[in-house]
């Protein structure tokens, strides 16, 4: 492999490298500034003179340090928290206030309206001058008739708490607060009924793609009568996924098909050959034509991204076809991965945060994957049937964007679908028919039977491929979950498969030997999880809204104690991550009060024993009537358990206590203005994250 062939991902590397330094960094290190001004120094003295051969490599050094500095300050610039006219530094937090804001855009949220806001001004709630502020928030109203009728590009005002984004309160939890940040959101608004009011109407470019995205949406639903063809259609064709059902959703993750209802490079690929196709229907020529074709192929895609809702996936491909578009106009003879890494540093250089996306990265390597591994996995078997040989493309494609997509999908969502190249088979060529029909249907759904026909074939369409999905979600061994894996054992996956790649390229057996090495070193890892696994004892109260959960980790082996009414979701949501994390082989479920024991615990629904830790679980008064105090090492309180700390201090000797989601706020309020007074030590889940004790 020759570096010199790939000038762009050779400066990728380097810029890359100083977005993530920058993005770790809490504040910008004076050093910064001279390591830049002497790279790029030295870089300047090249136009004037030359080093002496053998240290030419200064030059490459400068380069790369250079750049590595630039993508640092992108990074720390980008947080638009570090701008001075942000609004969380111009008045108190947690404080009302009054704000205007225009509105970027708008989805359903249950019973609210998800809106994000460019901010304006803000003011105080009683009364003064507006002051002018920056900044995104999420803001969430309300759904009511009046709402309904807001649109991206309305300007509102507000009044309401601004609050953080809070972190995760259970253990391994999805974090989204920090998937927020990396699209430079970090406080959010719950407004109430009449706090708000439109002003004004500001629309731009993004709220007129946004008007059309909701028109279409419209469109769809009034000709796809059913939720799930809409939902899916909508999805695919516009990436409109807020009203997607999470059966459907967990249907397509679980077969490895979820890919096509996040609008990427099959889309816009679709995209450039329909525009082209009806482009050479056109018999124009001459020298102005081909850069006139471009531009409108141009149009085109970034038309498509921005209806699409620009999402990381479809900012990568219409990057990419830009490239390849202005390319074919200008007669250049590009690499592809020299575009694919162009592609990625403008894109990084117009935001550096896209670097943490979890779509961009997996776009990316799916793609390269593609490029790299499908031709040499489609050479491994040669089919003479014309059908079977179009088949075995398809596989070979889903194949090679597993290879290098399956370990970063273990690593953030712990899963891996078996049946991912049969449902290659179904929505790849599914989705050749479906994008265009509904581009079809927009069209032409004013056209009297036109209109009508298109949304049938639409919808049949779209039934046949979710018939076929759930069909093979249901066939035995599809999905293979509670895989958890580390950032060291992604690091070694990675560094297996470029192995095992390099040893095929190079036909060098020692490239074989540094992919074993690796594979060892991540058998070796795993064995020592395993050793941690088996020697655990931890118990988790988890926090759940309206509701009691209690995780007991022994080894491999668990157990639940569940309040009753608890919704499963709501469980799942709450513990199924950390429960992955601990290797839970075997998982034994009790509804309190419950009398049950383990190899290391015990309960009869008022105490439980778990090693040498006593907690008593307090849910009602029946503690009031037996006799004498008790010593436990804590108490946990749920259901608004009709007792006070003092009548509990009576009965219990205890230095903590816990209090779990199950209770309503003014209960927890006066049982934690209680334990301060009494000097005894409080954790509320709701406030303080769960109870977790090794």
Known sequence: MNWREYPMARL??????????GVKMEGMPYQVWPVLALSFALLAFRQRGRLPYGRRWWYGAALFIFLFCIGLLLAYIQDERRQPGHFSGLLPLEAERLLIGRIESLEPSGQRLKARLRVLAVAESGGGPARRASGNLLAYIGLTA??????????????????????????????????????????????????WRQVAHRPGLQSYASRLRAHCVGVLRNFLPTENEFAVAAALVLGYKAELP???????????????????????????????????????????????????????????????????????AAGMFSFLALGQAFRWHANVYNTLAASAFCLLCANPFLLFSPGFQLSYLAVLGIVYFQPRIYKCWYVENKAGDYLWKLVAVSLAAQLTTFPLSLYYFHQFPAYFWLSGLVVVPAAGLILPTGLALFALHAVPWLGWLAGQALYWLVWSVNALIFLIRQLPGGLLEGVWI???????????????????????????????????????????????????????IYHIRGGTAIDLFDGRNGAQLLGRGLEAESLRYAAQQHRWYRG???????????????????????????????????????????????????????????????????????????????????????????????????????????????
Not at 149 to 172: H, I, Q, Y
Not at 520 to 533: K, N, T
Not at 586 to 601: K, Y
Request: glycine residues 10%; aromatic residues 10%; hydrophobic residues 50%.
């Open 584 to 694: 839970l082989a075997d998982l034994q479920a009790f509804h309190l009060p419950a009398s049950a024991q383990g190899r290391n615990w015990r309960t009869d629904g008022l105490f439980l024993q778990f090693g040498a830790r006593r907690l008593a679980i307090i849910q009602d008064e029946s503690l009031m009537q037996g006799a004498g105090r008790l010593s436990v090492d804590a108490v946990l309180l749920c259901n608004n358990a009709g007792l006070s700390i003092a009548e509990l201090v009576e009965k219990l000797d205890f230095g903590l206590a816990v209090i779990d989601g199950s209770n309503s706020y003014r209960r927890v309020q006066a049982w934690r203005k209680e334990c301060r007074e009494r000097g005894i030590g409080c954790h509320y889940t709701g406030a303080d994250g769960a109870w977790v004790v090794e």
């Open 146 to 195: 009046d709402s309904r009728t807001l649109t991206a590009g309305d300007v509102a005002l507000l009044r309401a708490r601004v609050l953080p984004v809070a972190p995760p309160l259970n253990p391994k939890a999805f974090d989204y607060g920090r998937y927020l940040h990396f699209q430079n959101i970090h406080y959010q608004a719950f407004v109430a009924e009449g706090a």
């Open 486 to 540: 580390g950032g060291l054992s992604l690091a070694l996956l990675y560094l297996a498969i470029g192995c095992f790649a390099a040893a095929v390229h190079n036909r060098n057996f020692r490239w074989l030997l540094g992919g074993l090495l690796a594979l060892l070193l991540l058998a070796v890892s795993y064995s020592g999880r395993c050793w941690q696994w088996r020697n655990q004892r931890a118990l988790a």
């Open 246 to 316: 999470d059966e459907v959703r967990n249907a397509y993750a679980d077969t490895g098909a979820m890919h096509v209802l996040a609008v990427s490079g099959l889309h816009v690929g679709f995209i450039q050959m329909i525009a082209a196709s009806l482009l050479g229907l056109f018999p124009f020529s001459g020298r102005a034509w081909p850069p006139a074709r471009s531009l409108i192929l141009l149009c085109c895609i970034w038309g498509f991204a921005l209806l699409t809702g620009a999402s990381p996936s479809v900012l990568r």
């Open 12 to 21: 990728l590397l380097p810029f890359a490298g100083g977005i993530g330094a």
